[in-house]
């Protein structure tokens, strides 16, 4: 039997600590501070399709997303962050840490959801960008994970722009208040961690942009090397 030890220390977890973009603020869920303005932003009653595929209970109001979020960071499923709009503070959007398995340097970017006016932003893209630094570049994590309802067409395209690799899709995985999960898996691993961050980096760079906000080059175009 062949045996190769990893000269590698395990990771501490991920923390929601601050961190600051050039378009976003990555902060802390905080009830109180984001509560309103997340529900606001994923259109109020709307909340409930944006988020269909968490399989979460009916939610009527702001207090019962937040009682979603608390219950879940409460028990150390989640390390919930914020992605807050720069100068207003206003919760855009959301994603958490989870599934945190520091013994084999693996976590997931999971509990995605994007508000109307973050959809297709720069903010968006920097808002995992950064949160992707923190996992590789702050603790060193080995694999960062994106998993999905595989009929979550969105969540699809998003994986694979943001430059994760799909692995494939556990059938029958859970069952859900909807009915049968099938569950996508995408990773992104600490090998391929440097030319995925360069590729977001120049994508993210003003110079990308015309003076009417449009992207120059997409993000598959820079990372395939296209002219």
Known sequence: MIRDP????PPPPPTNAPMAGQYIDVVAWD?????QSLWQSFGEAQTNQLLFHFGWPQ??????LAEQLDKQNRKGAFRTCIFAEKG?????????YMSIVPEHGRVENGAIAHGQKLRGSRAATEAHYLMACRVFDELGYRRCEWKLNNPNEASH???KRLGFTFEGVFRQHQVMNYGNRDTAWYSLLDSEWPAVKAALEKWLDPSN????????MR???????SP
């Open 31 to 35: 009830a109180d501070a984001h509560g």
């Open 219 to 225: 993000l598959e175009e820079i990372r395939e090397g």
């Open 209 to 216: 942009f015309n003076e009417s906000g449009e992207q120059v």
């Open 88 to 96: 207003t503070g206003a919760a855009l959007g959301m994603a958490s």
């Open 59 to 64: 939610m009527n109001n702001w207090q019962d």
């Open 157 to 159: 395209r998003a994986a």
């Open 6 to 9: 990893l000269n590698w220390t």
